[in-house]
């Protein structure tokens, strides 16, 4: 549920959703997410990332291998120990999962934004079975000190939980039906933000083509991070200007403090074929995704 709360003004959004995730190698994931009469299916199959909105017949597909875009909230939890601080118990509190009232601990803390001077402060707060260590309940707050009387706040409650379920590889498959609409393909880069915005697929402008990576540099391991076998992806946005060189590189998901600088400083070598509108090269604002595997061995 999405809630706004502003001056003379309190809104309510509902937002069901079912998520199936599959660990083992490799990973893959499916979100069925409705917002009133809008539907949305997200499919990472393992090898690329598919959306289609159902009640307009549209889908973009993404040839990346990550499945951060089908997991969350559950892509989010990872990185929560690096930017949350001050965090304090709330007390038990319960919850009814699968039919029966289930007890879990409230934790909030304060939560650091990345980029200094942002004056937006945030406070996340999870439910934990302290049984199983399952959250059951994620709550995010978000609200501006100057200007108190805005308040938006999403929580996310588990009602049905099942772990080591039996899932069957159609649920990670994805064939567009017949009648669907292509709106975009995308081989490297994420998903330009006018393609999908607050769950919506829309066409981009016709004359605007996408970026193209040309250059690629690797992103080295600390020692630390090596040491610690740590593995995974960085998730970073930043603005491919029209000179083709990356700007404005920030961290969308962390992976590990140490890492995530060794993959921004990776990406500030790469170089891109613009963007162009109208046959003019543009600034255009994407993500991309990261990743840090170590070798056998090491």
């Not at 707060?125 to 609200?143: E, G, H, M, N, Q």
């Amino acid at each position: 549920m999405v809630e706004i709360e502003g001056p003379g003004t309190h809104t309510n959004t509902v937002t069901d959703f079912r998520l199936a995730y599959a660990q083992e190698a490799p990973a893959r994931a499916r979100n069925e997410i409705s917002v009133g009469a809008l539907s949305v299916l997200r499919v990472c199959d393992g090898a690329s990332q598919w959306t289609y909105v159902t009640t307009t017949r549209k889908y973009a597909k993404v040839a990346n291998a990550q499945i951060s875009a089908c997991t969350y909230p559950l892509n989010e939890w990872p990185a929560l120990a690096l930017t949350l601080q001050a965090a304090t118990e709330e007390g038990a509190d319960r919850i009814e999962v699968n039919g029966a009232p289930r007890d879990c601990q409230s934790i909030r803390a304060d939560f650091s934004p990345a980029a200094a001077g942002r004056t937006m402060k945030q406070t996340r707060a999870l439910c934990i079975d302290p049984a199983t260590k399952l959250v059951l309940r994620y709550r995010i707050d978000r609200y501006t000190p100057e200007d108190a009387t805005t308040h938006w706040s999403q929580t996310t409650t588990f009602r049905v939980l099942e772990r080591d379920a039996a899932l069957g590889a159609e649920l990670f498959q994805f064939a567009p039906p017949v009648d669907a609409i292509a709106v975009a393909t995308v081989s490297q880069l994420g998903l330009p933000a006018s393609v999908v915005s607050a769950g919506q697929l829309s066409q981009p402008p016709a004359s605007i083509t996408p970026p193209k990576l040309i250059h690629k540099v690797e992103p080295e391991y600390t020692k630390a991070a090596s040491k610690a076998h740590i593995q995974g992806t960085v998730v970073l946005t930043l603005v491919i200007a029209a000179d083709g060189k990356p700007r404005d590189i920030r961290v969308r998901t962390s992976l590990d403090p140490g890492l995530d600088q060794k993959a921004i400083e990776a990406v500030q070598q790469w170089q891109f074929a613009p963007g162009r509108k109208d046959g003019e090269p543009v600034a255009v604002t994407s993500t991309v995704e990261v990743s840090f595997r170590l070798l056998s061995g090491k």
